[in-house]
């Protein structure tokens, strides 16, 4: 595989990172004011060349590009890919609206390539097996999802330096940036719910914190995320005959404990280097393979955590 990077920040790092020892080459796309970062990058990861316009690392012989940069930018970026015959890897959220996500979708059918978030919890193998274990609780009555990390940008924001995760301009806030997690690991686990609103902290015309309620009928689910404040990152799901509980946010997660009525306990622990390595070893097989229908279960989720941000109206923050 010929990979190219769009991007040099935080998350890109991380990926050049965990994707070092893969057998694949790698270019990047920089920016001119991020050339010392990209070269220094690639002298550390062995990256064949830097690019400073787009159009031209399209004109690679690339197989699939990864775009890394802010939400507002996504779907441009992306269709140039798709239109370039390229496959696809978009950071989450992959879209701020449905009709991007769809006509995203639509030129990736049409071009034969593939079009895949990189969302990691769906390659953790904790949440794969929180799953199966689901009817080991019985009927399921609550569901806590809480996802808090203080911002290393929010000392910046509360002085008015506004960076892109804090900016509405770019589709930043709590929700887009930590509550996607929790939203997907929802709909993995319990499909859509039937109602839902969102109950945010606005500071500066964004959200840096809220709590997302939804309502599946038989039972409630409660999801917080949280940049502004301190507090402990955890799973609780909670049945008639016992529960199921992590202190791990959900895109980390590597164990969690059964408890049942009678208080007998099972312990599951799962091991990974990095919390994105199965992803992008996953990813990267699914695209090689030509694996349709595993691209399909992705985007199933994705389509339908992108419908319910859209009908929060986060993205229209006044």
Known sequence: MRLGIIGTGKIAQEVLEVIKDFQISKVILSTHRSRQ????????????????????????????????????????????????????????????????????????NKNGVFLIEAMN?????????????????GNIKTVQLNYTQYSSRFDDFKKGIIKPVFDPKYNGG?????????????????????????YPNINKNIDTSGILICDYGEFKATLIAA??????????ISGEDGYIVSNKAINEIDNYDLIYRKRQKENFKFQFSHRLKDEFIDIFKIIKDK??????????????????????QIYNLK
């Open 174 to 198: 709590a929700l887009n940036d930590l509550g996607i997690y929790n939203i997907h690991a929802l709909i993995y686990l319990f499909g859509m719910p039937k109602e839902y609103k969102y």
């Open 227 to 236: 940049k502004d404040s301190i507090g402990e990152s955890g799973i609780l």
């Open 37 to 108: 970062k990209s070269e220094k990058l690639s002298q550390i990861y062995n990256i064949e060349k830097i690019y400073y316009e787009y159009d031209e690392l399209l004109k690679d012989k690339l197989d699939t590009v990864y775009v890394a940069l802010p939400n507002n930018l996504h779907y441009e970026f992306c269709k140039k890919a798709i239109e370039s015959n390229k496959n696809v890897i978009v950071e989450k959220p992959i879209c701020t609206n449905l009709n991007q996500l769809e006509h995203l979708k639509s030129l990736a």
């Open 121 to 137: 919890i769906h390659h953790l193998k904790a949440l794969k097996s929180i799953k199966k274990d689901l009817n080991k609780i």
């Open 291 to 312: 694996d349709k229908a595993k691209e399909e279960d992705l985007f199933d989720i994705s389509k339908k955590a992108v419908e319910m941000l859209e009908n929060l």
